[in-house]
């Protein structure tokens, strides 16, 4: 079992920056870990993949990371310890979504309860 429990959404005018936390109840670079990850969901729309990372087992991190097309330059996502970030720049009002963190671990997956991200034109 794996509780995930993400903070740091709200509103924010387009252009500006916010940054989303998700505190994990294990290591996020646990070698049981696939990858832990953010996914967001509009109004209407199916969930999508925004960004991943791996820790490949180190405890130190660094391992590797993945975008959606739409993020890459914009987003950036990193972790330590058992919290996972994801650093937001440069939003648009087509990022407004409720988030979500995501562990896959064991190849299940696992998800906080989502946090709403406004940006108004």
């Known amino acids: 079992q794996v509780q995930l429990e993400e903070s740091g959404g709200g509103l924010v005018q387009a252009g500006g920056s916010l940054r989303l936390s998700c505190v994990a109840s294990?290591?996020?670079?646990?070698?049981?870990?696939?990858?832990m990850g953010w996914y967001r969901q509009a109004p209407g729309k199916q969930r999508e993949l925004v960004a991943t990372?791996?820790?490949?087992?180190?405890?130190?991190?660094?391992?590797s990371t993945t975008y959606a097309d739409s993020v890459k330059g914009r987003f950036t996502i990193s972790g330590e310890k058992n919290t996972v970030y994801l650093q937001m720049n440069s939003l648009k009002p087509e990022d407004t979504a409720v988030y979500y963190c995501?562990?896959?671990?064991?190849?299940?997956?696992?998800w906080g309860q989502g946090t709403q991200v406004t940006v108004s034109s």
């Open positions: 995501n562990c896959r671990r064991y190849g299940y997956d696992y």
């Open positions: 294990r290591s996020i670079f646990s070698i049981s870990i696939n990858h």
């Open positions: 990372i791996t820790g490949g087992g180190s405890t130190t991190g660094g391992g």
